[in-house]
RNA sequence: GGUUCGGUAGCUCAGCUGGAUAGAGCAUCAGCCUUCUAAGCUGAGGGUCAUUGGUUCGAAUCCAAUCCGAAUCACCA
């Protein structure tokens, strides 16, 4: 149990004893202590003064004495100031927490709940390679998984490849014009940039034959609909839909050539899935639902055919369901995907990693399976996070003003080999070991700086300033740990006794702070929000540097002492290890 | 126009279930490596928490209005 869990109780347990109300945690609040004022913990008695009719300086000396003779092995000393009641922890709790869980490599993860999760994230299209905002979001959907598991879920990682529609003919027609049978391996270029170039390419010649086209005189909406190019492509997605063999070859001769981007993209920076999923496989699921909708009358049918629900009563407007030529829409497919994953896998939660552009069209996913009375209606959640943007405005691949994911990583990892070797510490390293610790404190870097920030804000990303390796950053972190592991080289803990010395400020406020790791991993689980983990782990590091710096380990005042700094070092190598891994980022021995 | 989200230090962000003098990092300035890794530590300066009003013993936090910014409201995906 956490001990604001054990405050809480102790505290009920006082209050009811000498006040006639029933209290519960509601009543009161705890908080930490302000470093100005003595005491780990504190208890705000204002809005305890109006039930109880009495000064908050008499009701605050009842309840301390209480706590502190009846709980003397978790309270030692308490203060009132101004309505606050500071309570000071008894030093017997940090070093039982601390003999009990310092070589506890599981600390702070939960037992198995027998709840069983799926995570869909990452949903890349398959005309251009990923850039900065997937990354923002394979890191998330990544993390947020890892952080379910340490919580005793049982996850599942998923992806839908969007890899059919008009934007995946667009590549095509461009190849198939102006490629002269060009492919990734005559170019020596990456498969998915090379598609994507196509992507480009095609959007160039588009605006060229428009303004063409205006320049005779048609207007502008006209011309976009009439660029022979255009028309080309809208045949090619008629063909492909119809099965024409020579579309559907050249469609899975490009895809390929994007999976093989892809997948040495998604290796080199750690995200896999379960399972996955593919639009050419799904966008006829749902059509049945639609008629099950109708049936309920949930759904309704306009004259020309096309169904559509309507959700003005809900504050939202209509929406389509069924094209008037019977084909579906994004919304269908989405129905019956939903229903797929429910069926095949018997989830109890279905998390949906995706921008928050998409906010109406999951509220109103979610809104329809409600209506429908699908029974996992409402186990669907939409994790829905920030555009990441340059300081110029949002980045657009047909414009070409994205960050590219593949350069930035280079970037990353070229930075940290630099940083590295002006530092001089890891010669001795071969060339392989060298390797792993760049990409190692890269992505570190990287991942970091994107999953530190609150998902739902949007962030601003300047490519001009490169990611710092400074302060509230990854390496910092992966410092911190790396100077632990380079004192557990040298000096051993021979004993597991549990300390019965005085502690010092700084011992305590480590402890103080790893006593908060199980509650933080709870939190990030129930806010599905990393950046809790990545902001405690940063306080944890810091506090851990004031503390070395400030007291020797190897050099201790006694044996003792050496000891309990040894158990203190371990336990918070052990948590920095294992808070990074749920967020995807490996710690090295040294660097 | 409707809906939703956001506005905190020069910059990037915490804090938001109301609590003590609003916190970090970067940047700037001043210190600290002949003992465990200086990617570190210690300190300084830097704020009308968008504005106005309200609720409260107490508001960055809750409510209302206003201003500014973003997303979205397609027989696109």
Same mark, same amino acid.
């Given at each position: 149990m956490s001990l604001v869990k054990n405050i809480q109780k102790s505290l009920i347990d006082a209050l009811t004893s000498i006040y006639p109300n029933p209290f519960s945690e509601k009543d009161f609040q705890i908080n930490q202590t302000k470093d100005e004022f003595e005491g780990d913990y504190t208890i705000v008695l204002f809005s305890l003064v109006k039930s109880l009719k009495s000064s908050p300086e008499l009701i605050g000396k009842q309840i301390g004495e209480h706590l502190i003779t009846r709980y003397p092995e978790l309270f030692t000393n308490y203060n009132i100031i101004k309505g606050f009641l500071n309570l000071t922890i008894a030093d017997d709790y940090w070093n039982n927490l601390l003999h009990q869980?310092?070589?506890?490599?599981?600390?702070g993860k939960h037992a198995m709940n027998g709840k069983k999760v799926m995570v869909e994230y990452s949903s890349p299209n398959t005309n251009k390679p990923l850039h900065l905002g997937h990354l923002r979001n394979n890191f998330l959907g990544w993390s947020v998984a890892e952080i379910l598991k340490a919580n005793g879920y049982e996850v599942l990682k998923s992806c839908i490849v969007n890899d059919r529609g008009i934007h995946i003919c667009k590549s095509m027609i461009a190849w198939q014009r102006f490629a002269d049978g060009a492919t990734p391996a005559t170019t020596n270029k990456k498969g998915d940039h090379f598609v994507g170039d196509y992507y480009v390419k095609f959007n160039d010649e588009y605006k060229k034959e428009v303004k063409e086209l205006v320049e005779k005189g048609m207007n502008e909406a006209e011309a976009e609909k009439n660029a022979p190019i255009m028309l080309a492509t809208q045949q090619m997605l008629n063909d492909w839909e119809a099965g024409k063999s020579e579309v559907i070859d050249l469609w899975k001769k490009m895809n390929s050539w994007v999976y093989e981007g892809f997948d040495f993209t998604y290796k080199t920076i750690g995200s896999d899935f379960d399972k996955t999923y593919y639009e050419s496989d799904t966008y006829l699921l749902g059509k049945d639902i639609v008629q099950t909708g109708l049936d309920k009358g949930v759904f309704f049918r306009k004259e020309d055919g096309s169904v559509w629900i309507d959700l003005t009563a809900d504050g939202l407007d209509e929406k389509l %369901?069924?094209? $008037?030529?019977g084909t579906s829409v994004y919304m269908t497919q989405d129905i019956g995907l939903a229903k797929q994953k429910y069926d095949q896998y018997k989830i109890d939660q279905s998390i949906y990693v995706i921008g928050d552009e998409q906010n109406y069209h999951m509220k109103v996913l979610k809104l329809i399976a409600q209506k429908l009375g699908l029974p996992y209606a409402n186990d669907i959640y939409h994790l829905s996070y920030g555009m990441v943007e340059l300081p110029t405005g949002k980045m657009k691949s047909r414009e070409g003003t994205v960050v590219d994911a593949d350069d930035l990583v280079d970037e990353m990892i070229a930075t940290a080999k630099h940083h590295t070797e002006a530092l001089g510490k890891v010669k001795d390293f071969t060339t392989e070991e060298l390797e792993v610790l760049y990409k190692t404190i890269g992505l570190g870097a990287m991942k970091f700086y994107l999953l530190r %920030?609150?998902? $739902?804000k949007k962030m601003i990303f300047n490519p001009?300033?490169?990611?710092?390796?400074?302060?509230?950053t990854g390496p910092f972190i992966q410092y911190t740990f790396a100077r632990i592991k380079s004192i557990l080289r040298k000096e051993t803990l021979t004993k597991n006794t549990k300390n019965e010395s005085l502690l010092l400020p700084l011992e305590k406020e480590v402890l103080f702070t790893l006593e908060q790791f199980p509650s933080i991993i709870s939190e990030a689980a129930k806010e599905l929000n990393p950046s809790t983990l990545a902001n405690y782990l940063f306080g944890l590091a810091k506090t851990f540097n004031s503390f070395y710096a400030e007291h020797s380990i190897g050099n201790a005042e006694s044996e003792e002492k050496k000891q309990l700094r040894l158990q203190i070092s371990v336990m918070t190598s052990t948590v920095l290890q294992s808070g990074m891994q749920m967020m995807g980022i490996n710690v090295p021995e040294r660097m």
């Open positions: 869980h310092h070589h506890d490599n599981c600390f %369901v069924l094209r $008037k030529d %920030v609150d998902p $739902k001009e300033e490169s990611i710092d390796f400074h302060g509230f």
